[in-house]
């Protein structure tokens, strides 16, 4: 039966009461469409939505065009999936700090989400999340985030660390290991109360399975699983995620016990003692319901390693590339290091008087932009945003990339350009439309840390070693192409550190 025979046969079988009512209805269901004013955007295809016009392997390229084109508040489709897409800092800030209580939720991936099961504090909601970022936040500060007894853990790090690079006498070297030996010791001693040596087989292991997780969260096999979970439920990157977050969890779980078999109510030595206290405190009390249980100890632990190591751990990275790359903004560093600190340890009250290498970090930061399209949110009611209905429930990517390469806010928002943190004067200044750790309710937790741990390594290694590029490389030859994982880290490359000392 063809279209016109349908209505014909129903307008014939039908009152007329009913046939004004079936056009009342069609009347109003097309005239709300267009006063809700949806945001607009690509137009969609049966059920891969815009997949064939995305490129999988950087997204976030095809949403920053698709921003200029269909403006700053923008619908997409991954598969049957919606997604809502904010770009532009005034629109991003407007949405994650102006209605944080709408956009404060999280939706994690498919995969993420068959794994945390709604616990931890990276991808959790609702009471659970309040209750362990609460303590999360509170206990982290109490072992030193922020505070003076975290800048001493990390000083003491600094040496180790110079000690790794030295052992390569000047030749050419993958900065990936050392680095993230480094960078994971602060969050370990803070979470288990202890820092690990680099050649420790527990703690490279646990290294290298957060290095193969991080990319094969971001491969195009695992973002078709979360649009289509039960035709990619079986793939192999999937299959091999789920294998070694199960190792993780099983060494996390024999580390639980040995802290178990040593610990002490009254002398907490780092995150896991104080779970534990308060977990047994709870049960004594005849508390059978608290979040404080075994999976949010296991998931908050895990993802307290992977944020802490991670994002500080590849923005090093990448700022020891750009000295490498660009050796007058190198020189202009070190110069400030000799003048201002001469040979000594650099401490956090330094910052102030080094105004130039912070600018540095900043815009590797901003540039680098490790996280382009930040972790995504939720709305948790329906609103009218900037003119356009956006339903409960809704997916939302605050595009962050968007944000810290935002043409109104940087004047070369495409280049290493450090000046965008420095005043006529040469002084440090903030930039509203700097954030990188995202904003509101879900802003980075491990924001003051990893600030004092940029500085603090990245002002240590400039002041021991001159970065070059591997032998028969030149400046120009140093590839900025970033490989694609969760973060947007260096592709591989080798760097020359000649000791300065």
Known sequence: MDTLDFFLQFFSSTSLLGVLTVLLLIFFTFFSSFSTQKPPGPRPLPLL??????????????????????????????????????????????????????????????????????????????????????????????????????????????????????????????TTKPINCAVSNIICSIVYGSRFEYNDPEFTSMLNRLNRNGKILGSPAIQMDDMFPSLFKWTADRKEFCKLTDVSRKQNLGIFNQIKETLNPQMCRGFV?????????????????????????????????AAGTETTSTTLRWALLF???YPKIQDEVQ?????????????????????????????????????PAGLPHKTTRDITFQGHFIKKGTTVFPLLTSVLHDPDEWERPHSFY????????????????????????????????????????????????????????????????????????????????????
């Open 418 to 501: 450090p000046t965008h943190f420095l005043d006529k004067e040469k002084k440090f200044i903030k930039r509203d439309a700097f954030i990188p750790f995202s904003a509101g309710r879900r802003v980075c937790l491990g924001e003051g840390l990893a600030r004092m741990e940029l500085f603090l390594f990245f002002a240590t290694l400039l002041q021991h070693f001159r970065f070059t590029p591997a032998p028969g490389v030149s400046e120009d030859e140093l590839d900025l192409t970033p490989s694609v994982g969760i973060t947007l880290s260096p592709s591989p490359h080798k760097l020359c550190a000649v000791s300065r000392m």
């Open 273 to 305: 003692d104080a779970f534990l206290v308060r977990k047994k405190m709870l049960e004594e009390s005849g508390i059978t319901n608290s979040h404080f249980h075994d999976d949010n100890l296991m998931l908050t632990v895990m993802n307290l390693f």
């Open 323 to 325: 000295m490498t790359k």
């Open 49 to 174: 939505g815009n997949l064939l016009q995305l490129d999988l392997k950087r997204p976030y390229n095809t949403l920053l065009e698709f921003s200029k084109k269909y403006g700053s508040v923008f619908t997409i489709y991954l598969g049957p999936k919606k997604v809502v897409v904010l770009a532009g800092y005034k629109t991003v800030k407007e949405a994650l700090v102006d209605y944080d209580d709408v956009f404060g939720e999280r939706v994690p991936l498919q995969i993420l989400d068959d794994i945390s099961q709604g616990h931890g504090v990276l991808w959790s909601n609702g009471d659970s999340w309040k209750e362990m970022r609460r303590f999360a936040l509170t206990n982290l500060r109490d072992f030193g985030m922020g505070k003076r007894a975290s800048e001493d853990k990390i000083t003491e790090e600094c040496q180790y660390l110079v000690e790794g690079f030295k052992n390569f006498k000047g030749q050419a070297f993958d």
């Open 335 to 371: 110069e400030e290091l000799r003048r201002v600190i001469g040979d000594r340890q650099v401490q956090v009250a330094d910052r102030k008087n080094l105004p130039f290498t912070d600018a540095v970090i900043h815009e590797t930061q901003r540039l680098s932009s490790i996280l």
